[in-house]
């Protein structure tokens, strides 16, 4: 069935520095790609999000890349700031299916 | 415009009881999600649906697991006889009945403790 892998599950950097999470996904036919940040005990909360129509997606310091050959797509945020940290989850969705397949997460620190 | 409402937001429950959890989704919304998320993993689809069928529910579990939305008021997930296992967060999501209805928003979330 369709499966969305996501690296790292941890991620610790250096305030100021960027932070890349990379996610594969299996169906080949997934053309939407979210991604949304959780903050402890919130809602996962959409930051940005990608069509497969559409090779790259910048939003302020934050910034999504899709490579619809290698079926990968990533996150990159800049200039991080404490408030970055928390889990971010990557995600895939299929035009023939009706439910979003989410990563296993990435648990992102700033480190002041 | 409010968003995404589910409530309650935590619920304790005796193993073998009934719990109740309601998702009022966005005004205009007419696509429901059902996700839920044990301590430290992902988000888990459960199920989809409109108003008054369901669409996907390929991730729910086939026994003590129901879900609808009715014509007129909110998306009840139900429970019976709790478990242990079922202690979670139990997250609802909607999205709008347009070309963009790939994008889904989530509401606060239920937590669901089983004792």
């Known amino acids: 069935g369709e499966n969305v892998e996501q690296h790292p599950s941890t991620l610790s950097v250096q305030e100021g520095d960027s932070a890349v999470i990379k996610c594969t996904y299996s169906?080949?036919?997934?053309?939407?790609f979210p991604w949304y940040k959780q903050e402890l005990g919130k809602r996962p909360q959409l930051i940005i999000d990608?069509?497969?129509?559409?090779g790259e997606k910048k939003d302020q310091r934050i910034a999504v890349t899709l490579n619809k050959t290698a079926k990968h797509f990533s996150l990159h945020i800049t200039e991080t700031q404490p408030e970055d940290s928390a889990v971010y989850f990557c995600a895939a969705r299929s035009s023939s299916a009706s439910k979003i397949i989410f990563g296993s997460g990435t648990r992102l620190s700033i480190r002041p | 415009n409010a968003g995404v409402m589910q409530n309650p937001r935590h619920l304790v429950r005796r193993r073998g009881q009934e719990a109740r959890l309601r998702c009022s989704p966005m005004k205009g919304h007419s696509h429901v999600y059902w996700y839920r998320q044990l301590p430290e993993e992902g988000l888990k689809f459960m199920v989809y649906l409109q108003k008054e069928n369901i669409i996907d529910e390929s991730g729910m579990p086939k026994e003590r697991f129901s879900a609808e939305f009715p014509k007129e008021g909110p998306s009840i997930l139900r429970i019976q006889q709790v478990v242990r296992g079922d202690s979670a967060a139990y997250f609802c999501a909607s999205s709008p009945p347009t070309r963009s209805r790939e994008t889904q928003y989530f509401g606060p979330g239920t937590r669901l403790l089983v004792l």
């Open positions: 169906d080949s036919a997934s053309n939407y």
């Open positions: 990608i069509r497969s129509n559409v």
